[in-house]
């Protein structure tokens, strides 16, 4: 057992050390002309619709500035983000960008649902990484419709690509710093939405990286934002950072992996190198780790939100509240 358990660690340690050229090094710099970053209307709940606006400038202008230099690709991303009826909380342009979306009437909302994404999410993968139902996007838009279908209350979904998502191929992928400055960006998050809505119960949805991001925010919470969400769903998740779910302030955590994700077969260690850590920690989807399991099917890492399947299922269930219909893994 010792043996198999170095034997993992000297593999995680090699792969950091391989992939020292980070692909995330050569990630576009910001689109020259690109107007700053606007003066925004505090985040609450009557300004949200003049927020919207703004965004929808932001997003317009940065795309006339990527038409301006012949960046087809990000001029096309863009022109979708802006199109009548999308609204976004926040926007930017430089490096991977930032664009945070909200479906749904935040103000009015009693359940809300934010979507943590993980690696090589960027605003020119927003709506398409792969595929439509792959990007935070598209699941974020048939999450809003289960949502919809399940609840018996007002509901809003939160697409929160809001942290320097690291790229699969690169040393970040495998190191907690990115998870832990994401971490403190979703607690502020989190403290915006109880400003607009404080009625409103939370619960975060977090896909593979994205629960390590999840990890940090919720494992460093005070008490005021800790009532404020109903629980914390991971799935295709390569480890928490934290060694079990009581290490997660007190909230209610569900784990689930679908049968035919490849993150099962990562190593679940912790270690310090390079001057951070490396490895998430303990499996979410074990026993012993001590989460609530769901259903998550027969899929892979990027079906989880795709229309129609038991996982999206049994996520919207579990952020409408509906926790006892929810079906067990």
Request: glycine share 12%.
């Amino acid at each position: 057992m010792r043996a198999r358990r170095w034997g993992r660690r000297g593999l995680l340690v090699a792969v950091a050390a391989t992939l020292v050229l980070s692909v995330s090094a050569a990630a576009r710099s910001a689109v020259p002309g690109t107007p700053a970053p606007p003066r925004l209307p505090t985040v609450e709940a009557g300004t949200l619709g003049a927020r919207y606006a703004v965004m929808r400038a932001s997003i317009t202008a940065s795309e006339r500035a990527a038409h301006r230099i012949g960046d087809r690709d990000r001029e096309r991303h863009l022109h979708e983000l802006a199109a009548p009826g999308r609204n976004l909380l926040s926007f930017r342009a430089d490096g991977d960008g930032q664009a945070v979306e909200v479906l749904g009437d935040l103000a009015a909302a009693r359940r809300i649902a934010v979507l943590v994404p993980g690696s090589d999410t960027t605003i020119d993968t927003f709506d398409y990484l792969g595929s439509r139902r792959a990007s935070l996007g598209g699941g974020a838009r048939a999450l809003h419709d289960e949502l919809r279908r399940v609840s018996r209350t007002p509901v809003a979904v939160v697409a929160w690509y809001g942290y320097r998502a690291p790229r699969t191929m690169s040393r970040d992928v495998v190191s907690t710093a990115r998870a832990t400055e994401g971490g403190g960006r979703l607690q502020r998050l989190l403290e915006e939405l109880r400003a607009v809505n404080p009625a409103a119960r939370a619960t975060l949805l977090c896909h593979s990286y994205g629960s390590a991001v999840c990890g940090s925010a919720v494992g460093d919470m005070g008490r005021a934002a800790v009532s404020s969400l109903a629980g914390l769903a991971v799935f295709g998740s390569p480890g928490m950072g934290v060694e079990s779910a009581a290490d997660l302030s007190g909230v209610r955590v569900w784990a689930g992996r679908g049968a035919r994700d490849w993150i099962a077969g990562a190593p679940h260690i912790s270690l310090s190198a390079f001057g951070g850590t490396l490895g998430f920690g303990a499996d979410p989807v074990s026993a012993s780790f001590g989460a609530e399991p769901f259903a998550a099917g027969t899929g892979g890492h990027s079906d989880y939100l795709a229309p129609g399947s038991l996982p999206l299922h049994n996520l919207a269930l579990i952020a409408a509240g509906r926790t006892s219909e929810v079906s067990r893994g």
